[in-house]
C-alpha cells in the first residue's frame, strides 16, 4: 500500500509542477506567439490582458504587478513540489493560488471556466497533497533519513 502512495504522491507532485511552469513558459513566449497552436497567450501582454479580465477591479498596472507575482509564485510553488522540498508548504500554496484563480475565474469569466480548465480539480488535489504523510522520493524524504542517521550523537 505504501508504494502505491508513494507513486501516487510522487505523480501528482510532477503534474502539479509541470502544470505551474508550462503557464509560465507560455506567457513568456518560449511556448510560441499568440495565435500558435497550443498557445494560450504567447507573450507578456497577452497574460496581463488576462489577469486584468480575473481582477477587473484593479487598474492594469496593478494587474501586471500581481501576474508578476503569480508567476513568481507558480516557478517556486513548481520548482518545491519537482524536487520534494518543503512540499507541504508547496502543496498549500498550489491550493491557495489555484482556488483564488478558480473563484476569480467563476465570478469574472463564467459559471464554466474553473471546471473546463480543471482549476478546481487541481486546487482539492494540491489539498489533499498537504495531507500526504511522507514525500517518497524527494529532498523532504532524503533530510529526514540523513536527521534519523545523525539522530544518535
Not at 511552469?21 to 518560449?30: A, H
Not at 510560441?32 to 490582458?49: E, L, M, S
Not at 481582477?55 to 504587478?65: G, K, R
Amino acid at each position: 500500500m505504501e508504494t502505491k502512495n508513494s507513486i501516487a504522491q510522487l505523480l501528482l507532485r510532477l503534474a502539479l509542477g509541470i502544470g505551474f511552469l508550462l503557464p509560465v513558459m507560455d506567457r513568456l513566449g518560449w511556448l510560441g506567439q499568440p495565435g500558435d497552436p497550443g498557445v494560450g497567450w504567447g507573450n507578456w501582454q497577452h497574460f496581463v490582458d488576462y489577469t486584468h479580465l480575473l481582477i477587473p477591479y484593479v487598474n492594469l498596472p496593478m494587474a501586471s504587478f500581481l501576474g508578476i507575482l503569480a508567476t513568481v509564485a507558480e516557478c517556486v510553488i513548481a520548482v518545491l513540489l519537482i524536487i520534494g522540498y518543503k512540499t507541504r508548504l508547496a502543496a498549500l500554496g498550489s491550493f491557495l493560488l489555484t482556488l483564488l484563480f478558480a473563484i476569480s475565474m467563476l465570478f469574472f469569466l463564467n459559471y464554466r471556466a474553473p471546471f473546463n480548465y480543471s482549476v478546481f480539480v487541481v486546487s482539492f488535489a494540491s489539498l489533499l497533497l498537504t495531507k500526504v504523510e511522507s514525500y517518497t522520493w524527494s529532498l523532504d524524504a532524503y533530510a529526514s533519513r540523513r536527521k534519523k542517521n545523525f539522530s544518535f550523537i
